[in-house]
């Protein structure tokens, strides 16, 4: 079972791939397409409480992304603070925090493999929670997701017409952050952002219906997860930043395919 460890590589990227673009779809829909950044800046802060602890990082980055998650859903929803210094001490302050209980845990060196992701390390455990945070994530957006985009394309329309908008938006936010503490582990928390935002953003070059997107961007979300991963272990490479890669390559070729396409509509018959 010597490639043990590329079964479980493709198989945590493919959660990643397909989980990631569908709580993404919201985020990019709300313009917030960063959010996963500012998450993901705490979740390693809470990676680096869990080497200090001596438990499982993976645990500890998802609880702290559901708390910063929540923290910045009530900065927002508050408005009394400017949204973009409140980000920023969510920002600086999770990567300082992170920073210090990183040298204290005696463990900087482990902290690299969640900055810039390390997948073919993935052992069964996280495995699991991987699996189970992205199903929890898929069945949240599969069964609330006519909720979410209500509130996502209009808060007023939504609330008029009865949903809990503050209910739903907190719901969101909770799930971006569960899909980036397990999204960290693949493409590290660095690129986090990418595997919220580049699958929708391509399948947006060709569609304009939301079902068509959240469905085409979980979809191509997998086999860029995947593909990414069989790429960087042929040609040596990091499979994060090659997952990404693949990603920004695929969006260009779609821009392009798309503006071929307009300019043929565009011709006279």
Known sequence: MGLEFMRRALLAALIVGITAPSIGVFLVQRRLALMGDGIGHVAFMGVAAGLF????????????????????????????????????????????????LAFKSGESSKVLGYLFGSVLTVNNQELVILGVSGVAVLATVLLWRKELFAVCYDEEVARVSGLSVRRFNFLMALAAAVTVGVTMRVVG?????????????????????????????????????????????????????????????????????????????????
């Open 189 to 269: 928390i660095l690129l986090v952002s990418a595997m919220l935002v580049l699958p929708v953003a391509i399948v947006q070059q060709l569609s304009n219906s939301f079902r068509t997107t959240l469905l085409g961007s979980m979809i191509l979300g997998g086999i860029l997860g995947v593909g990414g991963v069989l790429l960087a272990y042929r040609l040596d490479t990091s499979p994060g930043a090659t997952i990404v890669l693949l990603a920004i390559a695929t969006f260009f070729a779609a821009a392009t395919a798309a503006q071929v396409l307009s300019r043929k509509r565009a011709l006279p018959a």
């Open 53 to 100: 602890l001596g438990t499982s990082p993976v645990i500890t980055g998802i609880v702290a992304a559901s708390l910063a998650g929540a923290g910045i859903e009530v900065l927002r929803e508050r408005g009394r603070t400017a949204s973009d210094v409140a980000l920023a001490l969510i920002f600086y302050g999770g990567i300082a925090g992170g920073a210090l």
